[in-house]
């Protein structure tokens, strides 16, 4: 199974002659030589009993991902990455967002069931200098959501330059779990990029081979200083088109306590795990068995260059009381009925003069339904992935609902898949049924490969929901 590298060398090589020799990144940090930040959580700007109001200003600013340099950036209130939004289930948020970039955008809360109007389709765009109001009605269970750009066509692009933050939605009947919490809940936002020997990003559409350098909450390989004991780590993916198979360097094993759209039924304890792009997976380490002063890797397994394999790394600094614990069972998944629809879809590029992406053989068409879906069925969708020969993995987000994941070539999912889910790894040659249940919201949504670099490319397609 080839989840990465092949792939993303002939796409960059077809397209723009990018090979896979490293290109000169300056300034050479050896990792782990920066502390890892965690992005600040955004505050209101005004408060009522039902809502929090937050503004939001999109710009190109300027940030320090390299020790001393100025990196230019797009920014939602000048943050690499994005503060996060902290909701609470039961609570409306609002978040007005001007546009003070020189390009349309579009903010898509990314794994939120919201009606359509606030879902930041791709063709609901905010122009240079006009504003849109986003209302977030936060009904659904406690999740790690994300927002981000979706502009289409230029998504990839600024998403890549910084137009991404996460969303955490707090559900309070999670409290009394007991889990890991406060200065021990951690968000490590994962991706990769590319930089000239000014520090500036460079973006080559589907360039995938030239994005060597990885980056945890906007900074290369950083350490992270721990307690010895518990910690529960919310982790994305929000790199264009790289999947992590994360693995920690003694082989100490994680305890998977979500996914996409939140708790798991039950924690899954593995030593690796994939994480593709728009994935989320929460996960539980204890650090308690190691000494102070011991180190620990977080390192990916996939990596096609040595400067891919380590993502970051723990140093146990102090002890600390700990108090939280991981309970044997989570959040039962509900119950998505019987399906009475089958679709059908397929995922492949053509890497033809022009490379385009395409979704059932087709690139995505904002005047076109591709999918008629009724409100209150239940369907099975089989996505293949028929990249064999080029060995290009995909994967496939849904927007509005979270799905079950019925199995992959035939097997049943295991890990993080055994939570609901919106987005799912369907590598080359591979099958994955999803089953999913249209509740409420009706309106035109999009699917597609959350590798943006594709669905930039056209691998995107529309379900009119009625
Ligand atoms: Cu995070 Cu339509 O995507
Ligand atoms: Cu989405
Ligand atoms: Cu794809």
């Known amino acids: 199974m080839k989840l990465v590298g092949a792939g993303g060398a002939v796409l960059a090589l077809t397209e723009c002659g990018v090979g896979n020799a490293r290109p000169a990144a300056v300034p050479a940090l050896p990792p782990f030589s920066v502390p890892l930040r965690i992005p600040p959580v955004a505050r209101p700007d005004r408060q009522d009993a039902t809502t929090d ?8 600013t ?13 920014t939602y209130n000048g943050q690499f990455p994005a503060a996060t939004i902290v909701a609470k289930r039961g609570r409306r948020a609002v978040v007005t967002q001007y546009n003070g970039t020189s390009r349309p955008t579009a903010v898509h809360l990314h794994g939120a069931h919201l009606p359509r109007k606030d879902d930041g389709h791709p063709m609901d765009l905010v122009e240079a200098g006009q504003e ?16 981000h750009d979706h502009a289409h066509h230029t998504e990839a692009e600024q998403v890549y330059r910084g137009l991404a933050g996460l969303y955490v939605l707090d559900d309070e009947a999670e409290h009394d779990l007991g889990l890991p919490d406060g200065e021990y809940d951690v968000p490590l936002m994962l991706r990769d990029a590319q930089f000239d020997p000014a520090g500036q990003l460079v973006f080559v559409l589907a360039g995938f081979a030239g994005r060597q350098t990885l ?10 200083e721990v307690a010895a004991r518990k910690y529960r780590f919310r982790l994305l ?4 088109d790289r999947t992590f198979r994360l693995r920690l360097s003694d082989n100490r094993p994680f305890q ?38 011991a180190q620990v890797t977080l390192t990916n397994d996939l990596a096609e260059v040595e400067s891919a394999k380590s993502v970051m790394r723990f140093d146990i600094a102090r002890t600390a009381a700990d108090h939280s614990r991981v309970p044997p069972t989570l959040r039962p998944l509900p119950d998505l009925g019987e399906a009475t629809v089958e679709r059908h879809i397929l995922m492949r590029v053509n890497l033809g003069a022009t490379i385009s992406s395409l979704l059932d053989d087709k690139v995505y068409d904002p005047n076109r339904i591709d999918q008629r879906v009724k409100l209150g069925t239940t369907e099975i969708w089989t996505i293949t992935n028929t990249d064999v020969q080029a060995g290009i993995p995909h994967n496939m987000h849904l927007h509005l609902e979270q799905f079950q994941v019925l199995d992959r ?26 089953k999913v249940r249209f509740t409420d919201h009706p309106g035109l949504f999009v699917y597609h490969c959350h590798m943006l670099d594709h669905s930039a490319l056209g691998m995107m397609g529309q379900m009119e929901i009625t």
């Open 237 to 240: 993916n929000c790199s264009n």
């Open 53 to 60: 109001y937050y503004r939001v200003r999109m710009a190109e």
């Open 256 to 293: 998977l306590i979500g996914s996409d759209s939140g708790l798991l039924p039950a924690p899954v304890t593995v030593t690796d795990f994939d994480l593709s792009p728009g994935e989320r997976v929460e996960a539980v380490v204890d650090f308690a068995p190691y000494e102070i002063g």
């Open 132 to 147: 849109r109001v986003y209302e977030y009605p936060n009904t659904q269970p406690g999740a790690t959501l994300w927002y």
């Open 409 to 434: 070539d035939g097997k049943p999912v295991t890990g993080h898949e055994t939570g609901l889910k919106d987005t799912v790894l369907v590598p080359a040659g591979g099958n994955v049924r999803i």
């Open 62 to 74: 300027q940030a320090e991902v390299y020790p001393g340099l100025q990196t230019k950036v797009l």
């Open 215 to 224: 980056l945890v909450n906007g900074r290369p390989q950083p350490y992270f």
